[in-house]
């Protein structure tokens, strides 16, 4: 089993910066690809990001590409998504997720690992 942790979701202004962290236990070496994924009130699920546990490669979702950036700390097993030039349109709860052995990094049914989620909001 794996157990992931969301946190540094929060209250910013439009054009400012928020970092979120996800902090993985258990069985992590299993996990191959960590993603984040968003929510907002009355929508459905979206995609932001990925990126491969080993190699480090990382997948943007076109609405974030160039704003948003997700890397990881191997030492304290943890993902971050640093999002810059944040939109009110980012408003939402942000996941992060992981996946044992799918191969579709941006469809959330392959993730077998979901954390809480943390709670950000743009103000404009």
């Known amino acids: 089993q794996v157990q992931l942790a969301e946190s540094g979701g929060g209250l910013v202004q439009a054009g400012g910066s928020l970092r979120l962290s996800c902090a993985a236990s258990?069985?992590?070496?299993?996990?191959?690809?960590m993603g984040w994924f968003r929510q907002a009130p009355g929508k459905e699920r979206e995609f932001v990001g990925a990126?491969?546990?080993?190699?480090?490669?990382?997948y943007y979702a076109d609405s974030v590409k160039g704003r948003f950036t997700i890397s990881r700390d191997y030492a304290k097993n943890t993902v971050y998504l640093q999002m810059n030039s944040l939109k009110s349109e980012d408003t939402a709860v942000y996941y992060c997720?992981?996946?044992?052995?799918?191969?579709?990094?941006?469809?959330?049914?392959?993730?077998?690992?979901w954390g809480q989620g943390t709670q950000v909001t743009v103000s404009s």
């Open positions: 997720a992981g996946i044992i052995g799918g191969q579709y990094y941006n469809r959330d049914y392959e993730y077998d690992y």
């Open positions: 990126i491969t546990t080993r190699g480090g490669s990382t």
């Open positions: 258990g069985r992590t070496f299993s996990i191959y690809y």
